[in-house]
């Protein structure tokens, strides 16, 4: 049952119903007592990562930074690392949002070290979206550029239609900072 909330978490974030969002939330917190109920250390810590998941989602970044300062403690921990990484990426876009950009700078280099590390083309893509954000924020727009148009490719070759999609807008906008609009 924990294991179907989480998953209902997720689903109600990446739904267009704005009443869903709310219900993922009482999923994820569900899932939370279930898994603490069973002593669960991996479903403890995959909730407590759907608890952050729905309030970042929803522009709640007080709310998530600690979630996923816990997410990745509790993924440390057990070792899992990919969820590492995206706990550290979603850890790293909540310590933006709440006006700590060394942070955010800090963890979005690790991350991308660490998707290299471990070959994983998803979390470099992502990696690729921090690092080229900070770039385009400093006004290096060349260098966000190109990564821009690594993280596009990736998104294309993992056939992820819709970071392909935001990847094709991030470049955009820094076309359009360089006066190539």
Known sequence: RAHALNAAAAFSVDSSEPDLPAAGRAFAEEALEIHRQNADAWGIARSTFMLGYVAIETGDFERALPLFEETLRLMTDLGYDHYIGLAAFNLSWAAEE????????????????????????????????????????????????????????????????????????????????????
């Open 98 to 181: 709440m006006g700590d950009p060394g942070r955010a700078r800090n963890l979005a280099a690790e991350i991308l070290e660490r998707a290299l590390r471990t070959a994983n083309p998803s979390l470099e893509r992502a990696a690729l979206d921090l690092v080229s954000g900070i770039a385009h924020d400093d006004g290096r727009f060349d260098e966000a550029l190109e990564q821009k148009r690594r993280s596009l490719r990736l998104a294309h070759d993992l056939g992820d239609l819709q970071h392909t999609l935001d990847s094709l807008s991030r470049i955009g906008n820094t076309q359009a900072a360089l006066g190539h609009a």
